[in-house]
């Protein structure tokens, strides 16, 4: 059975008049962002201290802010409103910086599992918890096959005073005098350091037989900790802290449509191979049996392309991602308000292939309903610098956004009235003809231009191109792509 949103009263009336798009520009007001509040304090058990607790996203029926939105105006909000927002929590299920606000509490066997995966389990660990592992094994290794090397050699009597004065005594290690020398004769077997006084001797086998231990355990030991320590230091997860990510997303108008666009660059110069966008929105949903989903995630269509279709991204510069708010978009019905007033968040993902290391990066960020923007575009921040002769990215104004006049009503509406302003625009031409007839007749005429040897006309570049001949301006050269501005100087740190 289908599952059925709670979006706080989105719905689409499609009985509609006679209306101007004109009308429906957004005003300009400023965005303000509040700072989140303090973090929920979880009470649990002494028991517990094995595992860890979950920090719970909160996605209700919304009351707490009804009263405190009522006021608004799509997305415009009053003084008070703005003020009321900065006192209330903002939870989030990825923060900004792309850190999961989530963990794991009552974990059956959760030691146990983890050593089963020592070896991951130690590269998740932080840094100074390596260093004193590192440290510790080989500690640990030197005492111990110190103290087997001092219990070898007091078994075989090296240390009697009348052994240490007989010159005929073979002892099984020259120049064991206590237990310190056999910790420095641990700690040379095991890195072959050799500073050739003290050996062992062929009186005891025992301790040669010891001896290939202790260096093979050696390697081991160094092999492992020399693993970890590499796998810390070439995980790409500090790679994310280059991709940037816009602070606000915004809804605009393309080609008669709503999206909903974001804007993500890379800020190093090596690239991201094979890089691709998905999002997800996260809300709770209710189905018709009655079962309800806290945590539900949607996957929404996100692309690269002016039709928000093909998620790979070539980050030359930032770039936008764009999703299509088509009858498949959980926005479909949504106006301004409508999203103000709801609780959700989209998670976005990025991931992409190191190119120094090869190492698959991902990079997330989050947006709550009060950081999408209706009714704003993103700025342009490519220019061409002529002097330098290169393409100059300002990466200052990736959050930039400039107010358009894209209708404040929700998609289904708008599609409505434009199908509306379509039907009457063909009964107008065709007076006395139904809407199939109109279509019917519309397709015969494109049939009858082709067969007939008529063309489409050119594109506007050519116009362009045709126009310039003809006022006599030829070039030689090509013009480049985008704005050009010889202002522009580009300082390299």
């Given amino acids: 059975m289908p599952a059925t949103r709670e979006m706080n009263g989105s719905t689409c009336s499609v009985e509609i008049e006679d209306e101007s798009i004109s009308d429906w520009g957004s005003p300009h007001f400023t965005n303000m962002e509040h700072e989140e509040g303090p973090s929920e304090q979880v009470k649990r058990d002494p028991d517990e201290d094995h595992g860890a607790h979950f920090n719970f996203a909160y996605f209700g029926d919304g009351d707490s802010k009804e009263a405190t939105l009522q006021t608004r105006s799509g997305s415009i909000p009053n003084t008070k409103s703005l003020k009321d927002l900065g006192r209330q929590e903002r939870r989030r299920i990825i923060s900004k910086s792309g850190d999961c606000n989530t963990q794991l509490y009552r974990v059956s066997d959760k030691n146990r599992r983890l050593m089963q995966d020592v070896f991951t389990t130690m590269v998740d660990m932080q840094w100074r918890y390596v260093f004193l592992a590192f440290i510790a094994s080989f500690i640990v290794s030197w005492f111990g096959f110190g103290v087997i090397w001092w219990f070898m050699s007091y078994v075989h009597g090296d240390y ?8 005929t005594f073979v002892p099984c290690i020259l120049a064991n005098k206590n237990f310190a020398s ?7 077997t095991q890195h072959t350091i050799g500073y050739g006084s003290r050996q062992t001797t062929e009186e005891c086998p025992e301790a040669i037989i010891l001896q290939c231990i202790q260096s093979i355990v050696g390697v081991l030991i160094q092999a492992c900790m020399a693993g970890v320590v590499f ?20 809804i605009t108008m393309r080609n008669g449509g709503l999206f909903l666009v974001f804007r993500v660059g890379n800020m190093r110069r090596s690239h991201l191979l094979e890089a691709h966008v998905r999002a997800q929105l996260v809300q709770k949903v209710t189905t ?48 301004p308000q409508d999203i103000q007033n709801s609780n959700f968040e989209i998670i976005v993902v990025l991931e992409g292939i190191v190119e120094p290391t090869g190492n698959t990066t991902q990079a997330r960020t989050s947006y709550l309903p009060q950081e999408i ?7 342009n921040l490519v220019s061409y610098a002529r002097k330098q ?9 990736i959050d930039q956004t400039v107010p358009d006049n ?3 009503v929700p998609s289904c509406r708008l599609q409505q009235l434009h199908s509306n302003r379509k039907a009457k625009a063909s009964s107008a031409a065709y007076p006395g003809l139904s809407t199939d007839q109109v279509t019917k007749a519309g397709l015969y005429s494109r049939k009858t231009s082709q ?18 001949q003809e006022d006599g301006h030829s070039h030689q050269h090509q013009q480049g792509v985008g704005q050009e501005d010889e202002t522009v100087e580009l300082k390299t740190a």
């Avoid at 796998?231 to 606000?248: D, E, H, M």
């Avoid at 923007?373 to 700025?379: K, P, Q, V």
């Fill in 160 to 167: 009697l005073l009348e052994n240490i004065n007989n010159s």
């Fill in 182 to 188: 056999a910790f420095l004769f641990s700690q040379e």
């Fill in 231 to 250: 796998a810390k230091l070439a995980r790409p997860k500090c790679r994310t802290n280059t991709v940037v990510f816009s602070k606000n997303a915004v």
């Fill in 288 to 335: 018709d049996e009655g079962e309800i989903i806290h945590f539900h995630q949607e996957e929404l269509k996100v692309g690269t392309q002016l039709s928000g279709e093909d998620d790979r991204a070539l980050l030359l510069w930032p770039i936008f991602i764009a999703h299509p708010i088509d009858e498949e978009s959980p926005l479909w019905r949504m106006s």
């Fill in 373 to 379: 923007l209706w009714g704003y575009r993103f700025d």
């Fill in 389 to 397: 002769g290169v393409y100059a990215i300002d990466c200052s104004s």
């Fill in 406 to 408: 894209t209708p404040r």
């Fill in 451 to 468: 067969v007939s040897g008529n063309h489409l006309p050119p594109p506007a570049n050519m116009y362009w191109a045709q126009n310039r």
